[in-house]
């Protein structure tokens, strides 16, 4: 435990506060969007070649992390991947594979942030630059009280058009941070935040509380300048063996709550985005 939690009846009167996390390499050990290519290869809606592309992305993510191009890249190319796919089939078959494929790979260390966040009486707000289907159900796993995620366009035929109407990423998930600040009234001096790109430093600058967490090398950098706290996260664990009394979501639940998975590693910003309908996008 990293001695979090205070005594939240002291503090009833003092502003709100959350706790912001990133999601991949942060809270799992892998891409949230690219965790699910093999599902979609099996559900017919992509090629072989486009798994082994999918497989190789994620050796590079788990290798060293993406820059800013090779994240541009990857975007581009998932929101062309996904064009045309139905969307009910995708959250299908994201809500099948939900449990199978994330549970094992949360981290045991971020799930015991999350429960001491929630103890010390703060929201827990997830910020993924991955797609708002994957990562809300994601989120509802984890009990994060908020989730700001990408979101892509579906046409009036229920398929995805390829084009992306919020891309939660770099100095994006920054305004998102502040926006859901002003309207939930957090106070950013007293929040926290946790990362392990470089491009999540404004998300990270904004909060009193910054924390580098299997940091790459560059935002390595950036935490020592800074003197940024530096965790280590390495124990993937299935929540169920944490909590033993964690009862498994109902299927008709998750296919409400599911959805997108590897093509919306770009795509909008989840409840959050109901009541700003057009963010700026980087």
């Given at each position: 435990?990293?001695?979090?939690?205070?005594?939240?009846?002291?503090?009833?009167?003092?502003?709100?506060?959350?706790?912001?996390?990133?999601?991949?390499?942060?809270?799992?050990?892998?891409?949230?969007?690219?965790?699910?290519?093999?599902?979609?290869?099996?559900?017919?809606?992509?090629?072989?070649?486009?798994?082994?592309?999918?497989?190789?992305?994620?050796?590079?993510?788990?290798?060293?992390?993406?820059?800013?191009?090779?994240?541009?890249?990857?975007?581009?190319?998932?929101?062309?991947?996904?064009?045309?796919?139905?969307?009910?089939q995708v959250r299908e078959i994201v809500a099948e594979t939900l449990h199978d494929l994330i549970d094992p790979i949360i981290y045991d260390e971020?799930?015991?942030?999350?429960?001491?966040?929630?103890?010390?009486?703060?929201?827990?707000?997830?910020?993924?630059?991955?797609?708002?289907?994957?990562?809300?159900?994601?989120?509802?796993?984890?009990?994060?009280?908020?989730?700001?995620?990408?979101r892509m366009v579906v046409g009036d035929d229920g398929c995805f058009t390829g084009e992306v109407e919020y891309y939660a990423y770099g100095p994006t998930k920054a305004e998102a941070v502040k926006e859901l600040a002003a309207s939930e009234g957090y106070d950013l001096a007293r929040c926290y935040a946790y990362s392990d790109s470089a491009t999540d430093v404004p998300m990270l600058s904004s909060v009193g509380h910054p924390y580098a967490v299997n940091p790459d090398r560059a935002l390595r950098r950036e935490a020592l300048a800074r003197e940024w706290p530096i965790l280590d996260f390495h124990k993937p664990v299935r929540l169920k063996k944490r909590l033993p009394h964690l009862s498994t979501p109902s299927r008709p639940a998750l296919v409400a709550a599911a959805a997108l998975g590897a093509a919306a590693a770009t795509a909008g910003l989840v409840w959050y985005a109901s009541r700003r309908r057009a963010l700026p996008s980087t």
């Open positions: 435990m990293l001695g979090l939690v205070e005594n939240h009846s002291l503090h009833h009167s003092m502003p709100r506060t959350a706790a912001f996390f990133d999601l991949d390499k942060t809270v799992i050990a892998k891409s949230s969007t690219l965790t699910f290519s093999k599902s979609f290869y099996q559900g017919g809606l992509i090629n072989r070649r486009a798994v082994l592309r999918t497989a190789y992305a994620q050796f590079v993510f788990l290798a060293g992390g993406a820059d800013h191009d090779q994240m541009e890249r990857m975007r581009q190319y998932l929101s062309a991947l996904c064009r045309g796919w139905n969307v009910r971020a799930a015991s942030l999350i429960e001491e966040h929630h103890t010390a009486g703060r929201d827990v707000v997830i910020v993924s630059t991955s797609g708002a289907e994957v990562v809300e159900p994601i989120g509802e796993l984890l009990g994060a009280d908020r989730v700001v995620a990408t």
